[in-house]
């Protein structure tokens, strides 16, 4: 179902102007034990490049929600928090792409 609501909204954002090399399909709480559909059938699926994963960390996740703090600062070495950071860091790059392709700094 959520494979094909992404299949599904990935051509809408093309039409309306997003580069496909900019999109990034993302499975969450992706686990060891089985997962309904193995992240290789999801991209293949989805007709995608790549499919970035965050693991599933339930407890520290919470962790971080009920202390109000981000995971750099209450699981500064969770899995999670490093899938978490190598997302934000394309996308930084992508802004910082941006940038350059405007003459900005």
Sequence with gaps: RDVAAARALMPVLIKDGIAPARLL?????????????????????????????????????????????PLALSAGRSKLRRDFRKVADQVQAWIEDGRAEQGGA
């Design 25 to 69: 399909p993302l499975a969450n709480r992706v686990g060891r034990r089985g997962p309904m559909m193995k992240p290789a059938d999801a991209r293949q699926a989805l007709g995608a490049a790549s499919l970035w994963c965050v693991r599933s960390d339930w407890r520290k996740a919470m962790d971080s929600l009920n202390r109000g703090q």
